[in-house]
């Protein structure tokens, strides 16, 4: 799996967007981005995921660069519960191994 | 629908004692996994299920630790002669199909304490 670079940590102020960055210089054709948060004392969530083209759901959009090697999640509208520490994954969707190898994400924190 | 649920929340026992912790997978959902994470930690992978059967046990830490999962559906992780090392949140997952593994559904997990 390739590796990836988040920063420590973010700020952004409450309504604004928040963009989060990730390296992943090293990626393959066949691996695909992943995007999961923890929220203090709660299990993580997902976010979203994508292979090459822009991604949006209801919660996030995600940003993959045309060389594939970064990408960006954008939470449009931060929010206070938005307070979390954002893993961005990069890996194949098949292969002997399932689980979920989280790095040291980065610590967002929005604030009023 | 409901997410996926774990039971107890929180689980506080004595040295040498075994614990059973339950999982129960969004319904429909064939692969379940199980996790801990140790407090400030990252998440640790223990074993993987798709339908009955573990193809991926390999981060089960020793043999005082166990999983099994019946009908597809509910798991239980049992720990024996519990450590305080093992003191931390156990976290499971579901997921719609082996080959959709990477969107995981989390549970709230299950808080480990050994005293």
């Given at each position: 799996d390739a590796k990836t670079t988040q920063p420590t940590s973010m700020d952004c102020a409450e309504g604004r967007a928040a963009n989060l960055p990730c390296n992943h210089s090293t990626i393959s054709g066949n691996e695909y981005v992943y995007w999961y948060r923890q929220i203090h004392s709660q299990g993580p969530q997902y976010i979203i995921h994508g292979l090459k083209n822009n991604e949006t759901n209801e919660m996030a959009s995600l940003i993959i660069t045309e060389d594939r090697k970064s990408s960006t999640l954008i939470l449009p509208h931060a929010t206070l519960r938005d307070t979390a520490v954002y893993y961005c994954i990069v890996r194949?969707?098949?292969?002997s191994a399932r689980q979920l190898t989280f790095g040291s994400g980065t610590q967002l924190t929005v604030l009023p | 629908g409901a997410g996926v649920s774990q039971s107890p929340s929180n689980k506080v026992t004595e040295k040498g004692k075994d614990v059973e912790l339950r999982c129960d997978p969004i319904s429909g959902h064939t692969a379940l996994y199980w996790y801990r994470q140790r407090l400030g930690q990252g998440l640790e992978f223990l074993i993987y299920f798709q339908g009955n059967s573990a193809p991926d046990k390999s981060g089960l830490p020793s043999d005082r630790f166990s999983a099994e999962r019946t009908g597809e559906s509910v798991s239980t992780l049992t720990i024996q002669r519990?450590?305080?090392?093992?003191s931390a949140v156990y976290l499971c997952a579901s997921s719609f199909t082996d080959s959709g593994a990477l969107e995981q559904y989390f549970g709230p997990g299950t808080r480990l304490t050994v005293t």
């Open positions: 194949v969707l098949s292969g | 519990t450590q305080q090392e093992d």
